[in-house]
């Protein structure tokens, strides 16, 4: 199995910044795509941005300009920084990583549980 925990989250001002991470762990033999989404209340689960092994990345136009994602592969871990928060980035945010638990195994998406980000003066 493969566990996945976020950190990060929590209260901040607008305008503000926050940096959330993610690591994986357990029966990993290789992590593919890592990425972050978020669920606002009574909306759906939208993609934030995602990082590839490679460091190739991609966001959300949302965030575009404000974010950076980044990975340590040693690690198996992926961050995400914003910046300029606005309260409308209030929401749940979730890790999101495809893992190959072994080397003829097909990548399987696993999800964290999630970290409660809060923008509010």
């Known amino acids: 199995q493969v566990q996945l925990v976020e950190s990060g989250g929590g209260l901040v001002q607008p305008g503000g910044s926050l940096r959330l991470s993610c690591a994986a762990s357990g029966s990993i033999f290789k992590v593919n795509t890592m990425g972050w989404y978020r669920q606002a209340p009574g909306k759906q689960r939208d993609l934030v941005a995602y990082?590839?092994?490679?460091?190739?990345?991609n966001y959300a136009d949302s965030v575009k300009g404000r974010s950076t994602i980044s990975r340590d592969n040693a690690k198996n871990t992926v961050y995400l920084q914003v910046n300029s928060l606005k309260p409308e980035d209030t929401a749940v945010y979730y890790c999101n990583a495809n893992v190959n638990t072994g080397p003829l195994d097909y990548g399987i998406n696993y999800w964290g549980k999630g970290t409660l980000v809060t923008v509010s003066s």
């Open positions: 990082i590839n092994r490679g460091g190739f990345t």
